[in-house]
């Protein structure tokens, strides 16, 4: 059977032309493929041979053909074929030689057209891939870049900044020395050479260091005061150097020079000396780098003026005066246009050559403001100041801070006249309008300000000007006015209307003396921006602002805004009020008391201020009719009632004043109209009225109400052992015994360690018991003087008189302030001492001068006592103790 043929892949079909630009391309998709051909075995694909590439067997054996049994017959296949299947491999010419030995050589250009081919195509594809490659390499060199930035791009923006260095930023830069590569090399690779002898003792007598001296020297300076012996070890070459160098600078300092020729006073110059701070060696050394690094700045860059200033301020630090103007000259050469050479040159020359100086700088610089100032300045009378700066005028007419200067040295008239041509230079200077405005009439200033207004239309300032204009010819309508339209006017304009800003313009009128300006401000921005509900808020504390900061009229201002939207809010009245008493005049005052009552009728508080400050000007006719006034809205006030009392009182119109008490009694007044009646009756020495208004009181109040109000009070004031006790009194006056002793006891427990307590326990028990009650009180509170009072007088009770005495005594020593102890003890005496003991307590009492004590504090309040010595208000007090002989009957 015949060997099948190579089976190979079916030409495609015929494509379409290709394009012209296509041209020049292979057009091997048409061609017929190559003998032998592997698809995509060019380009490093595996290819694959089936059984019908290679045909039937060759046989069972090794390269024997099927039928052969061996005996050579296969031998004439072997020589038609050329070669033996079975001969090695050779290593140095492989299989060339054996099995594709014979093999032709023709398909070789067909596989270099194949691989060009593809070749072709690779180019093709990756130059399709190359943008986007590239891109994305850049963006990854970029990102790397940006993370890891080099040292000069770390820097660029500083080293632009170094354009605007100031002079003084240049001198304060510090030396940081040579540490570069090449000084390190030369360091390292230096050599030593061992020094001979004799040149070293050369040098250590050169440098030979002197701590004593010859006996010969020392004797010949017999007589001197100084410690040689306490001469230290110094370098006496340093020395030598440093007062040297020292000595050079002191004498720079000192001299003048005259045609080159430094020239030194030969009188005066050590005594100038002297007087001047000696330059340490450190500060030598500084001024020699600083003077090196600045020589290199002006060297290399002699365009640069902030190194010449520098250099001659270090020279003129240094003491080197003549070096620092001849830099600064060489300055002003080498920078001609730079003002801030010129006026350190100025600064530097004398007097007589300041103004030539002065005079080159502004002919080079003629547009310097600075220079025209500076020579301003160097003159010495007005006149002369003048005619400078108006020269300066002639080249800088729009200079703002010239125009300043110049009117100020000019006279009224003068001034009018160059504002007008000012403002005509500087239009659009606010300061230059206002000034001129300032000068001229109520007419002029009118017209002035409206050209104002056409060059500067959103300026407030002004509109100010203009309200403060009219107020001060009078035109006091006109002022709120000005400030209303001004407002419309700039909202209209766009401009938004800063609330701070205006308050802080009101304050600033206020100040200035425009008063109604200031309240127009007040009113017409004082609401702009704040929310309804937060108004009252925000105004009072406006309000407030400005009276810590002494706006006295800008804060009764807002007040009287506040006050024209809330009128009902009693606070607000008070606040305002208050500001006006201290602050205002007492007409405004009264004016706003007036309003005040008016728009609150049923404000007491209101009322009594309002009457009061009448009272308190004189006027109690008219204090009078307010409160009465104000008994139709408030009849059942009792502080109207009160302060009418006192208003006729005060003015020695007693019967008036019973009256009006009498009146607000019935119409059921407190305890304190009550206790104004009974003082009324004391004041007139009606005892026996007084005592009888005490009595009603208590009996119309009643127990009930003492209990409540007792109780009130112990629960607001816990552990307050007077409480306790004014509870326990007003039970045992209504005879209550049983609830006196069981708030005694309560009071015992929450107060354990009083003595007014456990003294009204002793009293108040059976008179068996009170002894034992006593030393219970003494172990609770053995030190207080009431117990001790207490336990006294029940010694005396039991006629131990000795034990009394000495118990009455240590209460008095105690408390030596309270003048029941004194009364009880010097009654004791009376009793039962002498005139010794009688004459030794009053004068300890004198001595003492007591204050305290419920009996002793009634006696010595009462009118008829007022005068009474403290001996006479004694002897009162123990009548007041009685007559009788048993003390227990008197309260401590």
């Not at 194949?114 to 594809?125: F, H, Q, S, T, Y």
């Not at 701070?277 to 700045?297: G, N, P, Q, W």
């Not at 019967?655 to 109209?673: D, P, Q, W, Y």
């Not at 305290?852 to 309040?861: F, L, P, S």
């Amino acid at each position: 059977m015949a060997s099948p043929t190579a089976t190979t892949p079916s030409a495609p079909p015929p494509p379409p032309p290709p394009p012209a630009a296509c041209a020049a391309r292979y057009d091997f998709l048409n061609s017929k493929p190559p003998p032998n051909y592997v698809a995509r075995l060019g380009r490093g694909a595996a290819g694959f041979t089936t059984r019908s590439d290679i045909g039937p067997a060759m046989g069972r054996g090794r390269g024997k053909p099927p039928g052969d049994d061996g005996d050579g017959d296969g031998g004439g296949d072997e020589e038609e074929k050329g070669y033996d299947e079975n001969q090695k491999f050779d290593e140095f010419e492989g299989n060339d030689a054996g099995l594709f030995s014979n093999a032709g050589h023709d398909d070789e250009d067909d596989d270099r057209e194949a691989d060009a081919v593809w070749e072709g195509i690779d180019r093709r594809m990756d130059s399709r891939r190359k943008d986007r490659r590239e891109a994305r390499l850049k963006q990854e060199i970029e990102r790397y870049r940006a993370s890891n930035p080099k040292i000069t791009e770390q820097f660029a923006d500083l080293k632009r900044k170094l354009v605007d260095l100031s002079a003084q930023e240049w001198e304060s830069i510090p030396e940081i020395g040579d540490y570069s590569l090449r000084r390190n090399k030369k360091r390292r690779f230096e050599s030593f050479v061992p020094v001979p002898d004799t040149l070293l003792e050369k040098a250590r007598q050169e440098q030979g260091h002197v701590t004593a001296l010859d006996p010969k020297s020392r004797a010949a300076a017999a007589g001197a005061e100084t410690p040689w012996a306490q001469t230290p070890v110094t370098d006496l070459t340093a020395v030598g150097e440093g007062r040297g160098t020292v000595l050079s600078l002191k004498l720079d300092r000192l001299s003048d020079s005259v045609s080159g020729v430094t020239i030194v006073d030969p009188r005066g110059y050590l005594t100038n000396l002297k007087s001047m701070k000696i330059t340490s060696d450190a500060e030598i050394s500084d001024i020699k780098k600083a003077r090196l690094l600045l020589k290199s700045v002006i060297q290399t860059n002699p365009k640069h003026p902030p190194g010449w200033i520098a250099a001659a301020r270090l020279e003129e630090v240094a003491g080197k005066l003549q070096v620092a103007q001849q830099l600064i000259q060489r300055g002003c050469e080498e920078c001609p246009t730079n003002e801030d050479v010129w006026l350190k040159a100025c600064r530097l020359a004398s007097p007589d050559e300041a103004k030539a100086v002065i005079a080159r700088g502004v002919k080079e610089i003629p547009n310097s403001v600075k220079l025209w100032l500076q020579a301003a300045k160097l003159e010495t009378s007005d006149l002369n100041k003048s005619r400078v700066l108006r020269k300066g005028l002639e080249h800088i007419p729009d200079s703002v801070r010239l125009w300043k200067s110049v009117v100020e040295l000019a006279n009224e008239e003068d001034a009018r006249l160059l504002l007008h041509r000012a403002v005509e230079c500087c239009p659009f200077h606010l300061e230059l309008w206002l000034a001129l405005a300032r000068l001229e009439t109520y007419d002029q200033a009118k017209k002035v300000l409206n050209k104002a207004k056409e060059k500067l239309p959103k300026e407030p300032a002004i509109w100010i000007m203009a309200a403060k204009l009219e107020e001060a010819n009078g035109n006091t309508e006109s002022v709120n006015e000005v400030i209303e339209r001004s407002i419309k006017t700039l909202q209209g304009k766009g401009l938004g209307i800063d609330r701070e800003a205006w308050l802080k313009e009101a304050e600033a009128a206020e100040h200035a003396g425009s008063v109604m300006t200031c309240q127009a401000i007040v009113k017409n921005t004082i609401g702009v921006g704040v929310d309804d509900e937060d108004r009252k808020r925000t105004w009072v504390a406006d309000a407030e602002e400005c009276k810590k900061r002494g706006s006295v009229e800008t804060a009764p201002a807002i007040y009287a805004h506040v006050l024209s939207v809330f009128k009902f809010k009693k606070s607000i009245w008070l606040k305002a009020a208050q500001l006006e008493k201290r602050h205002g005049t007492e007409e405004s005052l009264y004016i706003l008391l007036s309003k005040a009552t008016t728009y609150n009728r049923h404000a007491e508080v209101l009322w009594l201020m309002y009457a009061k400050e009448k009272w308190l000007a004189g006027d109690v006719p008219a204090a009078q009719t307010i409160l009465q006034e104000a008994y139709a809205y408030l009849p059942n006030s009792e502080e109207i009632w009160l302060a009418a009392f006192k208003l006729e009182f005060e003015n020695n119109e007693p019967e008036r004043a019973r009256i009006l008490l009498s009146k607000a009694r019935e119409r059921g007044g407190t305890e304190r109209v009550w206790m104004k009646s009974a003082i009324v009756e004391r004041e007139l020495g009606n005892v026996d009225e007084e005592r009888k208004l005490l009595e009603e009181e208590e009996k119309i109040n009643g127990l009930r109400k003492s209990r409540a109000v007792l109780t009130m009070a112990r629960k607001k004031n816990p552990a307050t052992p007077e409480l306790w006790l004014a509870a326990v009194r007003a039970e045992l006056r209504h005879r209550n015994k049983k609830e006196a002793d069981a708030l005694l006891a309560k009071a015992l427990q929450e107060c354990p360690t009083s003595g007014i307590l456990w003294a009204a326990a002793i009293e108040m028990v059976p008179r068996p018991q009170r002894k034992a009650k006593s030393s219970d009180a003494i172990k609770r509170c053995d030190h207080d003087p009431h117990v001790i009072a207490a336990v006294a007088k029940l010694f005396w009770h039991d006629r131990k008189f000795d034990k009394a005495r000495s118990w009455l005594n240590r209460a008095v020593t105690l408390a030596p302030d309270i003048g029941d102890f004194w009364a009880l003890y010097y009654k004791f005496e009376l009793q039962h001492g002498n005139a010794d003991t009688h004459k030794d307590v009053v004068q300890r009492c004198v001595a003492s001068e007591p204050k305290h004590g419920e009996r002793w504090q009634a006696i010595a309040k009462a009118v008829e006592n007022s005068h009474l010595s403290i001996e006479a208000l004694l002897k009162k007090a123990v009548v007041a103790l009685g007559q009788d002989e048993n003390p227990n009957a008197v309260d401590p």
